[in-house]
């Protein structure tokens, strides 16, 4: 039987815990099995914090015990919000391209101001200078230009919305090709 205690007598390697006999087999196994106050708070402690995470609630407080309210931030409300002034789109200038509506040719006044001119017809009736910048250096009487209104000294800056080219032959050229499709008149 070796070192069992018989009949609940104390041999050598029993020790006797509140009033029993135990081994020192049982006192190992009673050590590994049996949470210690150390294991019950770090597991009170983990179970906190899983909690936390993953917002368990908690039971109510007990009846008599008053809770306070704990104040929740609440976000920062925006501004209220205000709309821009809607902008009504710019009408382009009548006819920009060339058909039954005419062709814009746009000219800088000698106060430096944009003007906009439909014509309708040809022939324009205007002498241009024979270098860029395209100068109008004479208005025909009785001709188109000067029933629209036209006047020495503006410059001729774009055709059907478009910048002349940069050089005298191709702006002269996009003039003619743009004015052609105009019905010719006396």
Known sequence: MGNQPCCGQPNESSTEIAGHQVTAEELEKSNTDTPTY?????????????????????????????SVPVP??????????????IQQPVPAPPAMTDGAGGVVIT????????????????????????????????????????ELGVEEGWVMTMIKGAKLPDTFKDAKQTLAEATEVLPMTG
């Open 38 to 66: 150390t294991d019950q708070v770090e597991t009170t402690q983990a179970k906190t914090e899983i909690e936390d995470r993953v917002a368990v609630p908690r039971p109510p407080p007990p009846e008599g015990w008053s």
């Open 72 to 85: 929740v931030q609440q976000p920062a409300k925006a501004p209220p919000a205000t709309t821009a002034p």
């Open 107 to 146: 000219f800088e006044t000698k106060k430096k101001e944009q003007k906009n001119i439909l014509f309708k017809k040809r022939p324009l009736g205007l002498g241009l200078s024979k270098s860029l910048p395209l100068v109008v250096n004479n208005v025909l009487e009785g001709k188109h230009a000067k």
